[in-house]
């Protein structure tokens, strides 16, 4: 398929193909009127930026011609393309043959907002309003340091929260980005979060009061999944009789991401008994974190490996003695397991001073810009 643009004598001439299914992108090329050694050069060249082998059916290419010397004829010039809404990527033509090039497309950020009330559960009520899901993910991820969202939320709970759209030249929104503000209210209480880059330009969330919201560890370190086994004497599921379970268990579908807890190192990895495939992660002089029954480790994970709080290390399985997939997570005070669900965590870093200051004026702009948007939206829906 072709669409040729007419543009004035002796200006560089547009074409657009498509890659039809079942063909590839030399064919393209030539279909379009390349020479076979020309096509192959451009492939060639565009390998250092892009594998041609990723291209799918649909996908367009901007063929660019420019006048050759003697103004007769056209000259391939130019190959671009967009593998997806964030990239570009050119072949061009140079005196030695072809060079290709991959480039970011600029993208604005717009803010949007959404709230509701929960009647069953955070996830209905999110997609009810409207909230996009991986937005309702970073808001679980955010409050997940505090709150269980398997038994702290109750029906009449509430939530508020501003999130960036990241938006083309052309105003069409590419993907959602980050969380800027939000507010749960669960029974009564009231918790705002403020996203707020400090004096040395750290991004971190911080409540009313300018306390960091982060907490040297988190008690979930996992999205979407349900609390299946809490910490405390239970009838073992396989074994028949009675014991401790020293963690809690979250049921979740196999290979669901599981997060670190916090900043550490891999103190053990790999097989462990009845735990399966396990990791064990060392914080501070106190506090280690384990992960049990996955399916497998995230890539490059070694002992003595380095782990950033919220970093990906492993999936969700059901090695080791284990019923059925879910995550077995246990957090260890001076090598003694204690209940993820009750143990006091340390608090993270608290504004004080003129840097309190600014971040309490900057939180008031955020709340003032929710309450405009909100305003708005519901005008809009009004008008609807």
Do not use: W
Request: neutral net charge.
């Amino acid at each position: 398929m072709t669409e040729t643009a007419n543009l004035p004598d002796n200006e560089p001439r547009l074409e657009t193909v498509v890659l039809e299914k079942g063909s590839n992108l030399m064919a393209t090329l030539t279909a379009a009127g390349l020479e076979r050694s020309v096509a192959f050069n451009a492939i060639e060249a565009l390998r250092d930026v892009y594998n041609p082998r990723k291209l799918r059916a649909g996908q367009e290419f901007d063929l660019v011609y420019a006048s050759d010397v003697d103004g007769d004829s056209d000259l391939f010039d130019t190959l671009r393309f967009q593998p997806d809404p964030e990239t570009v990527v050119l072949v061009s033509r140079t005196d030695d043959g072809f060079t290709a090039s991959s480039d970011k497309v600029a993208l604005t950020p717009v803010r949007n907002v959404s709230s509701g009330v929960i009647d069953q559960s955070l996830f209905l009520a999110a997609e009810k309003n409207g909230m996009p899901l991986s937005v309702l993910m970073e808001l679980i991820e955010l409050y997940s340091y505090e709150v269980d969202f398997q038994r702290d939320i109750q029906p009449g709970d509430s939530f508020e929260v501003m999130f960036e759209e990241l938006r083309n030249e052309s105003g069409e929104r590419v993907r959602y980005g980050d969380v800027v503000y939000a507010s749960m209210t669960l029974s009564g209480n009231n918790v705002r979060l403020y996203s707020y880059k400090d004096s040395n330009g750290d991004i971190d969330f911080y409540n009313q009061k300018g306390e960091s919201y982060r907490r040297a560890l988190m008690r979930t370190p996992i999205n979407g999944a349900r609390l299946s086994s809490g910490f405390g004497a239970r009838k073992h599921p396989i074994l028949g009789f009675t014991k401790m379970h020293k963690g809690v268990d979250f049921a979740a579908p196999p290979g669901t991401p599981i997060f670190a807890a916090g900043n550490g190192t891999v103190a053990k990895i790999g097989r462990n008994g009845g735990y399966g495939n396990y990791i064990r992660l060392r914080h501070n002089d106190s506090y280690d974190t384990a992960y049990a029954h996955m399916k497998g480790f995230a890539k490059g994970l070694k002992q003595g490996s380095r782990v950033k709080q919220g970093d990906v290390i492993g999936y969700v399985g059901t090695t080791g003695a284990s019923t059925g997939p879910h995550l077995h997570f246990e957090i260890l005070k001076n090598n003694a397991q204690v209940n993820p669900i009750k143990v006091k965590m340390p608090s993270g870093k608290t504004l004080k001073g003129d840097e309190l200051k600014t971040f309490l004026a900057k939180a008031e702009g955020l709340r003032g810009q929710y309450a405009e948007l909100s305003m708005h939206n519901r005008k809009v829906a009004s008008a609807e």
